[in-house]
């Protein structure tokens, strides 16, 4: 079953709200040689925009080859356009997280610097946005890469990713991406999360869309991603499905294995008692026993694991003021119906955010609005 979500946009106050309109994140890591193009491009695109209030956002990741001389001023050239700059390169994913921190607009989308996305697909992503959607991904069907380098282990990391977290989609690399910016700003990013965000958005229940975008290949510079990335997708997958299943319960997953050690462990011990006191079976020859010890101690220390993680979970919340659900929206006046109820917004942090957990994904590369599921075996990266 489809879980639906509506999110509310906000105009920005002195208070700090955002304004309805767009911002352009842009992550720059030695892309010297792209920046001014991407700039001329990127502004075109912006000016044929009708309706939007605009700003770009460009994060530059610690570059080394003279990105930043060339980001410090375009500022001057268009007051829509800003630059983060930070002290040394911290990756994609500290990037893209400073860039929604940032963001002022309602709605917020990601493009590589590299000239490889396009941003004439913008206004595509945003139509689709505007259907309902929380995040529309975009899709490099034909995609202008190495195939043994770069498409292959792409398209076996988006199966894998794909049947792991439950959120089926063709291409969870492309940087090419529309956000509600509630969404996008509810997100704790950290390490190289930023390829999972569709997966990790959907613990609060958001809709996503996928819809084909134009790739280009790379004129200039080199490609910062290679073939010895798959390791590390796996090693941060194993982190995602964690987070998403035993995020709000590490308990569980502790406690269960724990229980299981010492069932199979006690079991044992206790059978070669018998044998040792009913049978008078000797026992130091043989390494069942030690084995059966092993386990029961195992045993206990993930149950005690277990417990210390939830006692941490519940630190964390109570002192964070985090709460273990999303709303979705609220209808009536609840603060009004009783003498108790708060005043003020503070008891309803999460107005407007959407709950719940997204159960399929919505791929419109039929062009005919028509729902279908996307095949695995056509995933690309």
């Known amino acids: 079953m489809e879980r639906r979500v509506e999110t509310t946009a906000a105009r920005r106050t002195p208070a700090g709200e955002r304004v309805d309109g767009l911002t352009v994140v842009i992550p720059i890591y030695n892309e010297r040689d792209n920046i001014v193009p991407a700039f001329e491009e990127l502004t075109a695109a912006l000016d044929r925009l009708e309706g939007w209030t605009c700003e770009v956002i460009w994060v530059d990741d610690g570059s080394k080859d003279g990105s930043y001389d060339l980001l410090r001023q375009l500022p001057a050239q268009d007051s829509r356009h800003h630059v983060i700059r930070f002290r040394r390169n911290f990756g994609q994913t500290a990037a893209l997280a400073a860039g929604f921190e940032a963001a002022s607009k309602s709605v917020i989308v990601t493009l590589d610097g590299d000239l490889q996305n396009d941003p004439n697909d913008i206004p595509l992503l945003l139509t689709k946005l505007r259907e309902g959607y929380d995040i529309v991904n975009g ?29 089926r989609l063709h291409d969870y690399g492309c940087t090419l991406k529309a956000y509600k910016a509630d969404v996008a700003r509810s997100l704790s990013l950290h390490g190289d999360l930023h390829r999972f965000i569709p997966a990790l958005a959907s613990w609060y229940g958001v809709d996503v869309a996928e819809v084909p975008v134009n790739h280009r290949p790379r004129l200039h510079g080199s ?16 982190s995602v499905k964690f987070f998403l299943d035993y995020s709000s319960r590490p308990g569980h997953v502790f406690g269960v294995t724990g229980l299981l050690l010492s069932i199979v462990g006690g079991g044992t011990t206790l059978y070669l008692a018998v044998e040792r006191l009913v049978f008078a079976h000797p026992l130091a020859d043989r390494p069942a026993f030690l084995l059966s010890v092993l386990l029961v101690v195992l045993g206990l220390q993930f149950i005690g694991i277990g417990l210390l993680a939830e006692m941490i979970t519940r630190a964390h919340r109570e002192s964070s003021g985090q709460r273990p659900y999303a709303v979705r929206e609220v209808i009536g006046d609840l603060r009004g119906s009783s003498p108790a109820a708060p005043s003020s917004g503070a008891g309803f942090p999460h107005l407007g955010r959407p709950v719940g957990a997204a159960d399929r994904v919505h791929d419109t590369s039929d062009g005919g609005g028509r729902e279908k599921q996307p095949e695995h075996d056509q995933a690309e990266r």
Not at 149 to 164: D, E, K, Y
Not at 223 to 238: E, N, P, Q
């Open 139 to 167: 899709w490099r069907k034909n995609r202008r890469d190495p195939r043994l380098t770069r498409i292959l282990p792409s398209r076996f990391a988006n199966w894998l990713i794909s049947r792991v977290t439950g959120v």
């Open 223 to 238: 490609s910062k991603y290679g073939i010895g990335r798959t390791a590390r997708v796996v090693v941060d997958l194993i």
